[in-house]
């Protein structure tokens, strides 16, 4: 590659990891090591972020209403889809687009629990909890909580497994210092 090019792609990188530093202020909580793309779309007020997060190119959080937690050593793969709302579509005589007025149960809170790991283009529903341990395989449709230390995939996504036998989840817990 010629020098300008290998400049560009520095230039580039340092000005993007800049951003991230400048950005992640906006979050409403975040931990050490955390680790996005400051160009994908968040709306950062609503969210927190816990520590040792990676967060894939091409993502989308968004809660205006509700909030999304995120807990520690969390990996996104690209294009992870979040969202912690709903629009009302039941007011007969006016067009969704118009409807203004929100029900209880259009904006709900999203939490990822520690040590999950979110597959490529999952989208993740308002109200959903993945649970601590838990893996979404890529591409999958979450409306539904996740039990803790499963492995979900599917539109809706359901769970296909569980990472660890009950023995060795023990051993898994003590090791990471989980009673």
């Known amino acids: 590659m010629s020098p300008l090019i290998n400049f560009f792609f520095f230039f580039f990188k340092a000005f993007r990891r800049l951003l991230m530093k400048l950005f992640l ?3 409403s909580a975040y931990g050490r090591n955390v680790i996005f793309n400051p160009f ?3 709306s950062y007020e609503t969210i927190s972020l816990g520590s040792d997060v990676y967060i894939g190119p091409g993502a989308v959080f968004n809660a205006s209403e509700s909030s999304i937690q995120i807990g520690s050593k969390v990996m996104f793969g690209p294009e992870v889809c979040i969202m912690g709302g709903d629009h009302n579509f039941s007011l007969v005589g006016e067009c969704m687009f118009d409807v203004k ?3 209880p149960g259009d904006d709900l809170p999203v939490v990822i629990c ?4 979110i597959g490529c283009r999952a989208i993740i529903l308002k109200g959903v ?3 601590t341990g838990s893996i979404v395989a890529a591409g999958s ?10 492995i979900v995939a599917g539109v809706p996504a359901k769970v296909i497994g569980m990472r660890f036998s009950e023995e060795n989840l023990k051993l898994h817990k003590l090791k990471v210092g989980i009673n």
């Open 25 to 27: 202020y906006r979050f």
């Open 40 to 42: 994908d779309n968040f």
């Open 101 to 103: 007025l929100k029900r």
């Open 114 to 117: 520690n040590d999950t790991w």
């Open 129 to 131: 909890t993945i649970g």
């Open 141 to 150: 449709v979450v409306t539904k909580s996740v039990p803790e230390y499963s």
